[in-house]
């Protein structure tokens, strides 16, 4: 098994955690489960996770 740096481990998990936060706000929304502003807060850890990963490759 290839060892991975901690670099690309975290840059994994952010592109992870910022696909999840999307998704998951689009199934929440759709189930009328979920509040505007939980919606946004959610969609704002997910756009600085994919904004980290964005600025780490540079």
Partial sequence: MEK???RE???LVFRAL???MGVAVTV???L???EAQT???MLGIGLACGGATL???Q
């Fill in 39 to 41: 919606a946004v807060t």
């Fill in 28 to 30: 929440l929304s759709c």
């Fill in 9 to 11: 481990i975290t840059s």
């Fill in 4 to 6: 991975k740096s901690i």
């Fill in 55 to 57: 600025l780490e490759k």
């Fill in 32 to 34: 009328s489960k979920l």
């Fill in 18 to 20: 910022t696909l999840a």
